[in-house]
């Protein structure tokens, strides 16, 4: 049993795995609460723990997790992973975007296309399981944050279901020109890389994908956090000879 421990900007995402079925998902916003948490007591189980991060250090939470008399693992660039890496500087290359690959091609195989939906957009292109690279883009809410606060009179708005071709106000006008913006340069890649892999499966994460799995079709949509996924891969991976 597992414990899988990604720290966000926002969050710290804890799970608990076990033969990779998801047995629980937890937010906590600090490493302060997951410490008070009774997550050991509930899964008296646990042995084994990876702990990432595109935020803080990893130091800190991967000392309490010792503490707590766990095995740990600390991602880094350099932890090995259990598919190839074709990235040019990949001491660069962050562990979420590399855990979401490992993530991917456990699930799908070998050959994928991964678009993350969150503060950034991440467009990650996998190759017979190796990682070629990938393009790294504003958020809906970035942008939409950046048209209200690089104007003097655009209201702040925020993703939406609703599906217009032309927006009538200008709220809408804003809405669907970032999520339509987003569709189209998402299809625009789906189609360059299909163009090279017909057998490319196109996979959506992170947490505003939802709104686009509507909008762009033939996308399996990632429910089972990708980035956790990938990350007990690679737990189990180093850990085969402890």
């Known amino acids: 049993m597992n414990l899988v421990v990604d720290i966000g900007n926002s969050f710290i995402k804890v799970a608990v795995v076990e033969q990779d079925e998801m047995l ?6 600090s490493v302060e609460e997951l410490a008070a948490s009774n997550i050991v007591a509930e899964f008296p189980l646990l042995r084994r723990a990876i702990v990432a991060s595109t935020a803080i250090p990893t130091e800190a939470v991967a000392q309490l997790l ?3 008399g766990l095995w740990v693992l600390e991602m880094t660039q350099q932890t090995a992973v259990p598919i190839g890496n074709d990235y040019l500087t990949p001491e660069t290359l962050g562990v979420d975007r590399l855990a979401a690959a490992v993530g991917a091609v456990s699930q799908v195989g070998g050959s994928c296309l991964i678009v993350d939906f969150g503060t950034a957009i991440t467009i990650d292109l996998v190759e017979n399981g190796v990682f070629r690279g990938g ?3 504003p958020g809906a809410r970035s942008r939409f944050r950046a048209l209200h606060d690089y104007t003097s009179r655009l209201p702040m ?3 939406t279901d609703e599906i217009l071709q032309l927006g009538r106000t200008t709220q809408q006008a804003i809405e669907q020109g970032v999520m339509e913006g987003i569709t189209h340069e998402i ?6 890389f299909s163009l090279h892999n017909d057998k ?4 959506f994460t992170g947490g505003d994908a939802n709104f686009f799995v509507k909008r762009i ?3 399996i949509f990632a429910k089972c956090d990708l980035v956790l996924c990938g990350l007990n891969r690679i737990l189990e991976y180093n850990a085969r000879n402890i």
């Open 24 to 29: 629980t998902l937890r937010r906590y916003q």
């Open 66 to 68: 010792r503490g707590w």
């Open 135 to 137: 393009n790294i883009s």
């Open 157 to 159: 708005c925020d993703v």
């Open 187 to 192: 299809e625009g890649y789906i189609r360059a």
């Open 200 to 203: 490319l499966t196109l996979i």
């Open 217 to 219: 079709k033939n996308a």
